[in-house]
């Protein structure tokens, strides 16, 4: 009897993370994540799956990003119907991203569509629809952290926590392999950092349990900030810009980032770091993100908890305003007076953010602040290059606004944690694989294992590998 691997997506890249794990009586997936490239690669690798969806017996997901939970109502519409197992925080995460997500395939393939009409070109159909993410909810089945479960005849699992975001876990797997053999397994992507706000750390195993390790290499080759710093340019850069009379617009991903800067910049009026200007969290699907937040308490840290408990929640401050129509979203626009807005998309590649842009990069008196990866070929890369011009819409502006970066802000572990995370598990790994990272990222974490004696492997995609 054999246990397999298969890395159907997410290696060498940082999207679509798929992996499927193969014993002679289950076939478990752990993640179904959307990949995220140019068009035709798009469609064609999310819509293939290079196994039977409707023979998998179950799916675990670690999280609720898109790039690990984006491909779900695809994977239920070609067949799977077995349980999704997630944590109780991710469930109710999982609820607004697919709906938005499949919003969005819907959108996008309307717009398409009329060009191809024009073009006289075949028409397309969406990758999936509202309605097969509503079906694919009905899967879900919310667990708590730290309480082992079958998932499986051979196969059980334990979430612990990731410290990434909200509801994230490290998937630890016990599979009974061959006559009283066992193998630990855990999946650590993405692995979060300490210290961060609101959330707990990310949690170590003992010494000695695990076997195998696949763990992610977003940062596998660099070493950001510390977050400490990151406080700090945060206040500078909005006194600076309240001082010479403008506005600060902060793109940032719905989850996560959002509440996070909510946190910072709470702290900061609190501290009379920054004075109380208002904040305007501009993004529909921030504002249904940040609800989930207020009820899951239990997943954060200490010190967040006492603060909810004595009602000082961050996402409770005076000046703190949520918008969700579109009538509000104007208005913004038309107060003059200094404010910081924060708002979808993270890349400004979309939604309300490019609103607010075409409105305040002509003014040198305003801020663009980046506080998250702007991926080659967006707007918000081309601000950071400080090209002189600009589309949005179609027209083009001037850039004249100052557009800051704050890196520190990442909420992925670094090469240093990584090593880290390895280490603290030494004496019994027998392998790890490296995952979750553009090829350089991936290859630099490859070396520095390798290097201390680790048997660490980069898969190739679809890579099968045996464990036993
Ligand atoms: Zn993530
Ligand atoms: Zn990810």
Known sequence: MSVKVKFCGGVRTVTGSTHLIETSKSKVLIDCGLFQGKRDDYYQINSTFTFDPAKVNALIVSHAHIDHCGNIPNFTKQGFHNKIYTTEATADLCKIMLLDSAHIQEENIKFLNKINKRRRLPLRKPLYTTRDAEKSLDLFEGMAYNT???????????FIDAGHILGSAIIVLNIKAQGEKEINLAYAVDLGRANMPLLKDPVFLPKGFLDYLIIESTYGGRLRGDIQYAEDDLSFYINRTVERGGKVIIPSFA???????????????????????????????????????????????????VMFYHDESPFGIKNLHFTRSVEESKKINDDKSPMIIISASGMCEAGRI???????????????????????????????????????????????????????????????????????????????????????????????????????????????????
């Open 255 to 305: 989850l996560g980032r959002s509440q996070e800067i909510i946190y910072y910049l709470s702290e900061l009026m609190k501290g009379k770091k920054i004075p109380e200007l208002p904040i305007y969290v501009d993004s529909p699907m921030a504002v249904n993100v940040t609800g989930v937040f207020k009820k899951h308490i239990e997943c954060f840290d200490e010190e967040a908890r």
């Open 148 to 158: 082992k479960f079958q998932v499986t005849e051979d196969i059980s699992c334990t």
């Open 354 to 468: 490019l609103h607010h842009l075409k409105n305040n990069i002509e003014d040198e008196k305003n801020m663009v602040l980046i506080v998250g990866y702007m991926a080659k070929n967006t707007l918000g890369r081309r601000m950071v290059e400080r090209h002189p011009r600009v589309k949005i819409f179609g027209v083009e502006y001037n850039l004249r606004a100052e557009v800051e970066v704050i890196n520190a802000f990442s909420a992925h572990a670094d090469k240093e944690d990584l090593i880290n995370y390895v280490r603290k598990s030494d004496s019994s790994l027998k392998g790890v694989y490296i995952v979750h990272g553009d090829e350089d990222q991936s290859t630099s974490l490859l070396d520095s294992l390798v290097r201390r004696g680790y048997n660490a492997h980069m898969p190739q995609i679809d890579e099968e590998v045996e464990l036993i």
